[in-house]
């Protein structure tokens, strides 16, 4: 019992849709205004203490945001909470650092909370930047001597210096997560919680707070952690829960969640056949069957960047001799074609003829990719052609580092790098460079 950190047993929250239950929303931002980004220690297990305010009768507009929720977090756990938009990530970050209570069910938090969450929660609006750090200390039980050995640390990571005087209702939402990511992870709360800050502010910014959750993930601290980066979930988090409608669909290894979620969550055609007359083609030819496929059946059906894909198609033809050939075209939604190739062209026997070729792993970028194939005859005439014969998903992996934006480019190749470290001394001259453009 004592190494958990965080339980949620049965937890259960109603909205009612397009009109807040008993104008919730605002219940809760008043309600936050009592509240600083941490929270210290409170009664262990948190039965829901009231019902929801009065729902009338047309039940019909009212939903579960969350529904019978249960998991545990172990003290030191990194906990990645992952689902679509709506999944109820946000309310149950918002339950467990006691900013809205459940309709039902009970929870447990065990030691000092430092919660992330949305734009307009977390800070009292009315008191400057620097105020609100000292409150946040005292909250966490911090001496104010405890408080100014972190402020620098904390001004200087949240780059906003020069508006530390400033109320905090007059900060744009980039500043306000600057300073209360600052805040929540140099306060040092035994339980952080962080929700999707990083999706506001700049690609610079958001790796150095992914840097700094690595940091903290790395110092045993525990961390509840919602997001949309799959990269960043598998790198960070030890352990993944997935939601979906506000039921838990999956928890476990991070890897294993996170890949359950990407492989369900996305409507992918990696086998296709087709049969009788309908089948794409003519008379003398027609396409069968194709699909793509891990090269190793050993390590199930998900794709990633890392991935041997096998490509294997299918046509059929009722005339003996002809000379046909395969012409494929993989595309990527957003980046366009991505290759074109052609098989030889050889004279094939009536019957079931069948191609295939492999792309190797460490060549494709992540992506949702599709197939084009055609079955040619001599050369350049297209007999059969199946335009979305294959639609199929990339997936990113675990990266090492504190980068977890998209890669750029068409392809994403694995080289073989050198990296020489016989460095020779640069020369200094007073002359002028030569063997540049203008050399
Ligand atoms: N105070 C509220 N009143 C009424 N409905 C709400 C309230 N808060 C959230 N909801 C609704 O509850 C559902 C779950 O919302 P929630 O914000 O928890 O989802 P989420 O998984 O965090 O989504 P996202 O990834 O888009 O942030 C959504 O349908 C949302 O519109």
């Given amino acids: 019992m004592s190494d958990i950190a965080i339980s949620v047993e049965g937890v259960s929250k109603q909205y009612r849709r397009g009109i807040p239950i008993g104008n919730d929303r605002m219940t809760e931002v008043l309600s936050n205004l009592g509240r600083g980004l941490v929270s210290g220690p409170r009664r262990w297990l948190a039965r829901s203490r009231r019902p929801e305010p009065c729902v009338p009768a047309e039940a019909s507009a009212d939903f579960w945001a969350l529904k019978d929720v249960s998991f545990d977090v172990r003290r030191g756990e990194v906990v990645g909470i992952i689902g679509r938009n709506g999944a109820g990530k946000s309310t149950l970050l918002k339950i467990l650092s006691r900013i809205t209570e459940p309709t039902a069910g009970r929870f447990g938090v065990r030691g000092r909370v430092g919660s992330l969450l949305e734009v307009g929660t977390g800070f009292h609006q009315e008191l400057t930047g620097r105020e609100n750090i000292f409150l946040n200390g005292t909250v966490l039980g911090m001496s104010r001597r405890e408080v100014l050995k972190k402020f620098d640390e904390i001004v200087a990571f949240s ?12 900060y744009s939402s980039g500043m306000y997560v ?22 506001v ?48 669909l999956g928890s476990g290894e991070a890897k294993d969640v996170v890949s359950e979620y990407l492989e369900l969550g996305t409507a992918s055609t990696k086998e296709r056949h087709w049969a009788g007359d309908g089948a794409p083609g003519d008379d003398r030819v ?135 470290n016989d460095v020779r001394p640069i020369a200094h001259t007073d002359g002028p460079d030569v063997g540049g453009p203008h050399g």
């Avoid at 780059?159 to 905090?168: C, G, H, K, S, Y």
């Avoid at 600057?178 to 999706?199: C, Q, S, Y």
């Avoid at 790395?218 to 990269?231: E, K």
């Avoid at 069957?289 to 294997?312: K, N, Q």
């Fill in 201 to 248: 502010g700049d690609a610079r910014f958001q790796k150095k707070c992914l840097g700094r959750l690595g940091e903290i993930a790395a110092g045993g601290r525990t961390v509840l952690f919602v997001s949309h980066n799959t990269p960043a979930v598998l790198t960070l988090c030890h352990r993944a829960v997935w939601l979906s409608d506000g039921r838990v």
């Fill in 286 to 420: 027609r396409l069968r069957s194709a699909s793509v496929a891990p090269c190793d059946s050993t390590t199930g059906t998900h794709l990633t960047v890392d991935t041997a894909l096998r490509f294997r198609f299918e046509f059929s033809t009722a005339v003996s001799g002809a000379t046909f050939h395969y012409c494929v075209t993989v595309s990527e939604t957003e980046r366009g074609c991505i290759f074109q190739t052609h098989s030889a062209a050889v004279p094939c026997p009536a019957g079931l003829v069948c191609g295939e070729f492999v792309v190797p792993g460490g060549l494709l970028n992540d992506g949702t990719y599709t197939v084009r194939v055609q079955v040619m005859e001599d050369g350049a005439k297209v007999r059969a052609d199946a335009p979305e014969s294959l639609v199929f998903q990339i997936h990113d992996v675990e990266r090492s580092g504190a980068w977890f934006g998209k890669w750029a480019g068409a392809v994403r190749p694995t080289l073989a790098w050198t990296v020489s």
């Fill in 159 to 170: 780059e906003i210096e020069a508006f530390l005087d400033t109320p905090a209702k007059r």
């Fill in 178 to 199: 600057r300073l209360a990511f600052a805040v929540a992870a140099h306060l040092e709360p035994e339980i952080l919680i962080v929700d999707e800050v990083l999706a």
